[in-house]
């Protein structure tokens, strides 16, 4: 697991009706590779979530919006199948985000 991949992530889709839940690993990857707990960024793939200063639209690897609002830490277990990862550009742009978010 490295920082800027997609993963699905079990339990929680399946509360609110939705079967896949789309996460982004944010978390340093020497912790993401390492540490129980990964840091991750919600994906909106429904467009029901407004953009903000704090969000990122993606189109690969798969189109969604990035919320930089909805950060949370999940077991490395509940990840459940790698979707794919953000290009550098992408990359930078949610970087520019996370720190904005933070107020860093």
Do not use: C, K, Y
Not at 25 to 44: C, F, G, K, N, R
Not at 48 to 77: G, K, N, W
Request: charged share 25%; glycine share 6%.
């Amino acid at each position: 697991m490295r920082r800027g991949e997609i993963w699905s992530i079990e339990g929680i889709g399946r509360a609110i009706g939705r079967e896949n839940r789309l996460v982004l690993i944010i978390s340093h990857d020497a912790l993401a590779a390492q540490a129980p707990m990964v840091t991750t960024a919600a994906l909106d793939q429904t467009g029901a979530a407004p953009e903000t200063l704090v969000t990122v639209r993606i189109t690969e690897p798969v189109p969604a919006l990035v919320r930089l609002d909805t950060i949370t830490s999940v077991r490395r277990e509940r990840l459940a199948a790698l979707a794919g990862r953000l290009s550098p550009e992408d990359q930078e742009r949610v970087d520019i985000a996370l720190r904005t978010a933070l107020d860093l």
